[in-house]
């Protein structure tokens, strides 16, 4: 956006050139210190003098200048610069972009540009070329670290996985906790679709497969800025969609009369584990110190005690049993990514073009994980007629995923339970070397039914998709008068997405094979019609009006194969399946709204805008579908009204209330029966429709809300500060905010007693009170170095409020006890089961076993932090720029089932301790109505991890808290002196390191990345991480060139 | 030009911006789903949820092991054990304790309540398909107590109360046999309308039907007859009055096929999970009985390992030998094995110790063992022994006086019901007090010493965090139940 007023306003500049006679002719060349671009339109004038020279389209200028005078650069948004002549005749300068200029302008809802400065809320901006440094590849994740008040969690290492973003606390007590993402003014999808690749009715939390978000497909390379719209005020136009947020994305664009210019951007990366368990070394696979092949786990003997002797490997020769240390290790591997960008952009009188294309290829940290991405983007506007303009935006991404891993449990793909449970007297290698037998069947890695050697399924049995999306939108605007402007903005996105998960024949528990196919198709219709109005009442008072109206309409639709008993092997034809099981689903829902902003200012320090906006919602019932909702918002300069101060150069107030509706999916409002493709059964051996020859029809798990339901509403208010202090040396922004979701519609889970699973209602409101505060340093600014300091900090309270006759509400149920639920006066929390302690805490033991009690539904801590904050530091020296974030969170617990895994199997570090000695457990046991000191030894140190099952919450359960390394990085640009000779060939160029999630410096979680969400992003869950993946380590390399 | 555009705009726009606002909204009906539905379609849809979840991994495999019903082999790799602990020794995954209660209440028991009302309120009224909904519904109920002890009855199925107090389970027990009795009242076996096709047990054969509803209730008398002896009279009426399950054919039971995902789950997990190899052992409880008198059903029941004569079952928690020890027979779990939840020879076991004990009726020791003897030889032929082979084994069983013919009936009556494992678990808690139950039973190796199983706990995720009115105390398995004495 910054380049577009650029752009406009190089035309005024070039309008009142003047010439002066002087003594010596100067010339040179501007370019833009962030991209190496030529800045058209920068005023170079004498110190002293009135009145200057602009630079032409290629940034070129040439001014008449004294031998000792000094020239001064100036350009909207840029740091001005003074350069003496000192004699010479070319003088080349480099604008570095002045990012707390005053007159910054940002995109807000409905891609309204306004000045930073007259907003009565906060917008935080992050720059595309702040998320092209490091190149995740999915945008959410790359906002990690950046803006205070926006919480991230990735789902798994899985390539392409979900990133769940979540804006000051969660709003929601059901799963619509997400802000809304706005590519160009186009509503975009960000599902994460989660489907049951197994013949089962309990997909609890991510199905299976992490297939991840869908705001992952935006490239990247494409994006000029990120507007975050935080609170409701900010987004109250977007209305209903909004009510979390909404990230409102520009893409570049060429400059209009700017030079054609191709610009490569091209990374390579690394990445691998960032934490591995501590595993020991000590002992065998077995059962109470007996060796066992068909054990995966580490229970048997102690290596060095059975040196005499031989036992069955998984391939039946008979071994000396030896520890391999790196046996997990060597699992994994280094994972490669490459991103390779072009992009041809320029511009003419009438219009402008820019398109790109980025293709990215990446390989997992196991193997055969593999991601494969084109992203072709054309963006171009042009003016018709004198007033008259249109813009077009294509985007088409391809995805391509394969080898995805499976998570979670109960399925026998399930890969990090089979390798983080491989006992430690498996040779990797040979595991690898010899996973298929002379005749190409497995060889498991146990007899057992649990025994997949996991290199059959990581070779045979892949799970990947390939996504076809298409989004854009055509914006048409006519400037019917210098008052009026009327503008249409239509844009689609529909996705085809298509799914395929194959087990081959051999595999233990679907020893007969199969295969899914699922075909998701998405589609997003949305209009907007503008009409903007703009009135200067009095000279100081400027009003603007908008007026609008909007139309979105989305459609889902999934139709989904599961083939069952392949004949010929390796064969994934439904033909070769002995039967198939078809399923079929559709939504459709539409909103419709009106809506109007006035804008007043006075004297550009005082700032007022109000909203109002009404939805139709079709999910709603006929009757109360309609629901009106308004926002004030007002800022406040008031350095411009004070003395000039010394230390206080800059000053804002703002303020603002909004209060937003909101609606529920389609189709919550019936009581419908469904025909049913089949039933439940363990281990998926329910049956399936026509049973017998017969059909079945079941009636809904959840009780719709009839006519009884209303529109949700949530208000907020907000205040904040902006004071910059010192010339701009020391700067603060603050917010203190509170939002409130009343009336929330829920689908109120309820015991399965009542014959349903939830029902969908309104009732409960959910609270989030906050403070964010960034404040930043600039410690050292000599002319050639640079030292910048921010720290972020953002505190959350979340406070649950429910009526008498709702006891709690369960958010996510997990598996084996474990809940995440609210309960009246208490922030949304883990439930589970707990130890039994004593009035002064100490655990209780079962003196018959000496063994922990247990007792069910106990409060295990809140999931969300009480704050998170960060620190960024930047130093530039010259066209070097050194740069790293530390981030920190603070409170919240988190439930770990990976760490229950190594324990109750004997396979971590601390399970070698106390085995065939003694152990006594440190608690107390009852001695009539007083406790005494716990005397009963547990029976064996197996008896006593095993009390880390998954069933036992607590047990595995820590303190979420961590410290880490988010981001370094390296950068140069290399001055253009240095590829002077080719100037009119290369306009810029430079090269970076960078690396992401490089070091957990403090955790309280062991063996797992604290900073990960088993619940997929759409849910309001979180707190669990469910036998995920690792997640990676990064470091990558950067060059960028532009021609 | 200009104005040409500029009309073509303002149309175009116009067109987009502000569609009918009625009929553009009005289009939130499911497209995938009906709002009304004939009741026999949830029927069958319960009805094969019910006999999926009894032959399960939720219910056959933890109430059997646990049940000691069959054997997990503990260390032989291809047993259900594979080395592990496992329901055998009663580690039992809280999943499983979830599932059954889950499919008791929604899938089932909830659609059975659908199918009721729709049946109820139809013109023509349908009482028939009512009254089989209702007959169902009894089972679920009975299961469910038997299963977890108190459960929610009086408060549950009830889309008005959020959270349902847990009721006794003297209560619920009473509550099933109230159930049945609505059902014999409503059946009505003159009309026509009744659920008949996709009726899968009987094709609406409404007598049938009515039978079995009375053996059912008679079963769960005998259930709370030890606890409640003033159910003894209830128990001696019904007996006088007949109109029980009166031959094989009245057996209550659907059959699978051997048709991919339509498949005993039984034989399911062992084809894909065991190369067809089934991975349950004998238990010693049936074969210490069963192998002195060469039962013909002994190789009807097992697979005996080859060289041996002998057919030798092993305790729960020891290892399987697949040379001395032998398997559940791959000829009884096949893919296209009926699910039975009750037979004649389950109604002649509970006559015979009606005569036995006295139960409302005279002790009638004669009579008690022409009933016993019936009930093997129906167990006989129903586990697939040739009629004459059947009937002379029945034929040379000891006459029995008294005692012993209490403790032969019941321990046939469990022996009968190896292949139900629920049935044959709650059957052995009826069979006497602690300590005396039949067969006695023994803690099995590497299980904890607490006691012998005896319930399923609560389901925490699905019931008990969910429930605010849900007894919050761990009711352990090893914990005994109103009626198990």
Redesign the interface.
């Known amino acids: 956006m910054k380049k577009l007023l650029l752009v406009s306003l190089c035309f005024l500049v070039l309008c009142v050139t003047q010439v002066f006679a002087q003594n010596r002719t100067v010339t040179g060349t501007v370019t833009a210190k962030d991209d190496g671009l030529p800045i058209p339109g920068v005023t170079v004038k004498i110190k002293g003098a009135s009145v200057g020279v602009p630079t032409d389209v290629n940034g070129k200028f040439s001014i008449s200048a004294p031998e000792n005078a000094t020239l001064v650069f100036s350009f909207i948004s840029y740091v001005t610069q003074e350069v003496s002549v000192s004699g010479r005749s070319v003088i080349n300068v480099t604008l570095a972009q002045d990012n707390k200029q005053l007159t910054e302008v940002v995109v807000t809802a409905l891609g309204i540009s306004r000045e930073t400065k007259s907003l009565g809320y906060s917008v935080a901006v992050v720059k595309g070329s702040e998320i092209t440094k490091s190149r995740e590849t999915n945008v959410v994740q790359a906002l990690a670290g950046k803006i205070a008040g926006v919480n991230i969690t990735q789902s798994s290492g899985t390539l392409g996985g979900g990133s769940k973003i979540v804006i000051r606390g969660a709003t929601s007590l059901s799963s619509d906790v997400q802000p809304i993402f706005v590519i160009d003014g186009l509503i975009i999808d960000n599902s994460a679709q989660q489907l049951a690749t197994s ?1 089962s ?2 997909p609890q939390g991510v199905a299976s497969i992490d297939f991840g978000n869908r705001a992952g497909d935006i490239n990247s390379d494409d994006v000029e800025s990120i507007s975050v719209l935080k609170g409701a005020a900010a987004a109250a136009l977007y209305g209903t969609l909004a009510k979390n947020g909404a990230i409102i994305i520009t893409t570049k664009r060429g400059k209009k009369n700017g030079p054609g210019t191709i610009e490569f951007n091209s990374t390579t990366r690394f990445d691998n584990v960032l934490l591995l368990p501590k595993f020991q070394n000590e002992y065998a696979q ?2 109470q110190g007996t060796y ?4 995966t ?1 580490g229970w048997g003997p102690k290596i060095s005690e059975v040196q005499d002797k031989t036992f069955p490997n998984f391939l039946g020769q008979n071994v000396k049993l030896q520890a391999y240390p790196d046996n997990i290790k060597n699992f994994f591997k280094t994972g490669h990514t490459d991103i390779n960008s072009v992009a041809f952009s320029g511009g003419g009188e009438s219009g402008d073009y820019r398109f790109g294309y980025t293709n990215t290829i990446q390989t997992g940290i196991i193997e055969q994980e593999k991601l494969n991405k084109n992203a072709v983007s054309f963006n171009s506007g042009k003016t ?2 004198p007033g ?1 303009d249109v813009r077009t935006t294509v985007n088409y991404v391809r995805t391509v995923t394969d080898g995805l891993p499976t998570q979670s449990s ?1 399925f026998p793909n399930v890969l990090s339970t089979a390798v983080y449970a491989i006992p430690r007297t498996v040779d990797i290698g040979l595991l690898k070397d010899n996973y298929v037998d002379a005749t190409g069947q497995q060889n498991t890695l ?6 997949n050697n996991p290199y059959w399924l990581l070779y045979n049995n892949k799970s990947g998709a390939v996504n076809n999306r298409i989004y854009g939108n055509a914006i ?1 605007s ?1 400037k019917v008068a210098p008052w009026l402007t ?1 503008s ?1 903005n ?1 844009g689609t996105d529909i996705y085809n997405e298509y799914r395929k998960a194959v087990t081959r024949p051999g595999t ?5 094979g199969n295969f899914f196919t699922a075909n998701i198709y998405e589609r997003i219709i949305n ?3 503008l009409a903007t109005f703009n009135h200067k009442i009095t000279s100081d008072l400027d009003m603007k009006f908008i007026a609008g ?3 979105y309409e989305t459609y889902y639709q999934r139709d989904q194969e599961d083939a ?2 392949l004949t010929v092997d390796k064969l994934y034809n439904f033909a070769n ?3 198939v ?1 078809t399923t ?7 909103i ?1 709204g009106v809506y109007g902003d006035l804008t007043l200012s006075y004297k550009d320090f005082l700032y007022l805008e109000a909203t109002g906006r009404n939805d ?4 709603l019932p ?1 009757s109360h ?1 309609s629901y009106f909702y308004p926002s004030v918002s007002a800022g406040f300069v008031f350095t411009d009204v004070l003395p000039k101060s010394t230390w206080l150069n800059y000053g804002k107030l703002r303020a603002s209330y909004a209060d937003v509706g909101g609606d529920t999916n ?2 919550a ?8 493709s ?12 026509p ?2 020859g ?6 809904p ?1 959840t ?1 719709p809300g009839l006519d009884k339901l209303v529109s949700q509403n949530q208000n907020s208010t907000e205040f904040g500060v902006d004071l910059r202090f010192l010339n701009d040396r020391i700067t603060l922004d603050a917010d203190l905010y509170k939002n409130t979701t009343k009336n929330q519609i829920l689908s ?10 939830a ?1 969908v209602i309104n009732a409960g409101s959910l609270t989030n009170k906050g403070l964010e505060v960034t404040l930043g340093f600039v410690p050292v600014k000599i002319p050639s170095f640079n030292w910048n300091i921010q720290f972020r900090y953002s505190g959350n309270i979340n406070t649950v409020s429910l009526p008498a ?4 509400v ?1 958010v996510q ?7 995440v ?1 609210a309960e009246n006066g208490k922030s949304i929390g883990l ?3 707990a130890w039994v302690r004593d009035g002064n805490g100490h655990i209780v033991i079962d003196p ?2 000496g063994l922990r009690k ?4 106990q409060r295990l801590g809140g999931i969300s932090p009480d704050y998170t904050g960060g620190i960024t530091n930047t130093f530039n020296y010259k066209g070097l720029t050194l740069a790293f974030t530390v981030d920190i969170r603070k409170g919240g617990v988190l439930f770990s089932n990976t760490v229950s895994t190594l324990r109750t199997n004997g396979l971590s570090e601390e399970t070698a301790l106390n085995r065939g000695k003694i152990f006594v457990d440190p608690g107390v046991v009852a001695s009539g109505t007083t406790f005494i000191p716990n005397t009963v030894p547990v029976q064996s140190m197996q008896d006593y991890w095993g009390q880390y099952s ?2 036992n919450t607590e047990a595995n359960t820590f303190d979420a808290s961590y410290v880490k390394l988010r981001e370094a990085a390296l950068s140069y640009t290399f001055p253009s002196s240095i590829y002077k000779r080719y100037a009119n060939f290369i306009k810029g160029l430079s090269i970076g390191v960078e690396g992401r999630n490089l070091w957990l410096i403090h955790s309280n979680v062991p063996y797992i990345d604290p900073e990960v969400n088993f619940f997929g992003s759409g849910s309001a869950g979180s707190g669990v991480e469910f036998n995920s993946m690792p997640s990676t380590r990064s470091i990558g390399f950067n060059v960028r060139l532009t021609l | ?2 104005k040409k ?2 009309l073509t ?2 149309v ?2 116009l067109i ?4 009918s ?1 009625k009929k ?14 004939d009741p026999k ?2 029927f ?2 319960a009805v ?2 019910y006999v ?2 009894r ?4 219910l056959w ?1 933890p109430t059997s092991l646990a049940g000691q019903a069959v054997m997990d082999g503990f ?4 047993g ?5 602990l496992d329901e055998g020794e009663y580690k039992i ?4 304790y979830g ?1 059954p ?3 008791y ?3 089932i ?3 059975l ?2 199918a009721i009302k729709i049946a109820e309120s139809a013109t023509p009224k349908n009482n028939n398909a009512a009254a089989q909904c209702k007959v169902i519904l009894a089972l679920v109920y009975y299961e469910l107590t038997t299963l977890y002890g108190d ?2 009855y009086t ?5 008005d ?4 107090h847990f009721d006794p389970q003297q209560k619920v027990l009473l509550g099933v046999v109230a159930t049945l009795d609505e059902a014999l009242a409503q059946f009505d076996p003159a009309s026509t309308v009744k659920i008949s ?2 009726d ?1 047990f009987y094709k609406g054969d409404i007598a049938k039907w009515k039978r079995l509803a009375t053996s059912l209730k008679l079963r769960t008398l005998m259930t709370m007859v030890d606890k409640d002896p003033t159910q003894a009279a209830k128990i001696g009426a019904m007996i006088n009055a007949g109109g029980l399950v009166a031959s094989a054919a009245d057996n209550f039971q ?4 051997d ?5 005993n ?1 039984k034989y ?2 062992s ?5 067809k190899q089934n ?1 349950f052992f004998a238990s010693k409880w049936v074969t210490n009985y069963l192998d002195p008198v060469n039962d013909p059903r002994l190789p009807k029941l097992f697979d005996l390992p080859a060289g041996q004569t002998h057919y030798i079952g092993i305790e729960q928690g020891a290892d399987g030998d697949d040379a001395i020890n032998p398997r559940v027979s791959t000829s009884l779990q096949t893919a296209t094995e009926p699910e039975t939840i009750f037979d004649y020879q389950d109604e002649l076991f509970y006559e015979a110790e009606i005569y036995a004990r006295g139960i409302g009726v005279a002790v009638d020791i004669v009579k008690a063992n022409l009933l016993y003897k019936q009930a093997v030889l129906e167990s006989c032929k129903f586990y697939g022994v040739a009629t004459a082979t059947a009937t002379a084994f029945s034929a040379s069983l000891p006459t029995y006086i008294a005692t012993d013919l209490i403790y032969n009936i019941q321990y046939q009556h469990w022996v009968d019901l190896t292949d139900r494992g629920i049935d044959a678990f709650t059957q052995w808690r009826r069979s006497g007090p602690e300590g005396s139950e039949i067969p006695a039973l023994t803690i099995p190796i590497g299980a ?3 006691g012998l199983f005896r319930r399923y706990e609560y ?10 009115n ?1 007894p ?3 009711v352990h398995y090893y914990e005994k139940q109103w009626f198990d004495l």
């Open positions: 013949n009715a309990v077995g059962n066992n092949i068909a054990n786990n018709i007629l008259f109960n146990t007899p057992a039914r649990n025994g048409l006519y009327l249409n239509i233990i528990g679907a020893l007969t209009d907007d019609f109206t909007s139309v069952q008993t399946a002995a039967a099981t079929n689903t559709s939504n459709k829902k539409r419709q139709w919602s079709s999910t006929k579908n389609p189709y409002l019936d009581f419908v029966y469904t025909p049913a089949s039933v439940f059964a363990q281990y998926g051996a329910g049956s399936t429709f049973f017998n017969l059909l079945g029809f079941t009636g798990s009780i109120l889970p309820l015991p399965q007693s009542t014959g349903y699973a029902k006759e709702i006891k709690q369960t149920s997990g598996y084996s006890g474990l809940t639920k439930y589970g089961v018959a076993t247990t007792i069910t539904d998954a069933g | 030009m200009k555009f500029i705009f303002s175009l726009t987009l911006a502000l569609p606002c553009y909204l009005d289009i939130n009906t499911n497209p995938n789903a009906a709002v009304t539905v379609l949830l069958s849809y094969t949820s999926d979840l032959a399960s991994g939720d495999i260390s032989n790799p291809t259900w054990s594979g080395g592990g995954d809280p999943l499983i599932n209660w889950r499919a209440y929604t899938s028991g909830n659609n309540k659908q459960v929610p408060e549950a199925f009830n889309s109360i959020a959270y349902p096709d996709y899968l659907v059959p699978f096929q048709i991919q995902n339509k498949k789950p399911f997990i084809e894909q999970f065991n190369g991975f904890p010493a607490n389901p925490i995720t699905n019931e008990i965090n969910q429930n605010p849900a919050k105390a761990v």
